[in-house]
């Protein structure tokens, strides 16, 4: 059984920041990608963030230049730095991670006041 457990989210002032972070365990072999994606009330979930397990990482455009999203393999680990925060991107953030099928996590709320 594969696991997937998000933390780091929370309630954050506009501008401020804040570092999600993903765990997977459970037989898991051959990650070829981890990342993040986020779905806000009323809206389609959407990509926030992937990382390669070449390294390649891959942004939707609104969050270019703010936020970072890095990965330890060999942990099974993912994070997603975010930075300068917006009240349009409060969502929910669920981790993924890509072997043959994608796995999700429960999701973590960020929530960014104005």
């Known amino acids: 059984q594969v696991q997937l457990v998000e933390s780091g989210g929370g309630l954050v002032q506009a501008g401020g920041s804040l570092r999600l972070s993903c765990a997977a365990s459970?037989?898991?072999?051959?990650?070829?990608?981890m990342g993040w994606y986020r779905q806000a009330p009323g809206k389609q979930r959407e990509l926030v963030a992937t990382?390669?397990?070449?390294?390649?990482?891959n942004y939707a455009d609104s969050v270019k230049g703010r936020f970072t999203v890095s990965g330890d393999y060999a942990k099974k680990t993912v994070y997603l730095q975010m930075n300068s925060l917006k009240p349009e991107e409060t969502a929910v953030y669920y981790c993924?991670?890509?072997?043959?099928?994608?796995?999700w996590g429960q999701g973590t709320q960020v929530t960014v006041s104005s």
């Open positions: 459970g037989r898991i072999f051959n990650i070829k990608a």
């Open positions: 990382i390669s397990s070449g390294g390649t990482t």
């Open positions: 993924t991670v890509r072997v043959f099928v994608n796995y």
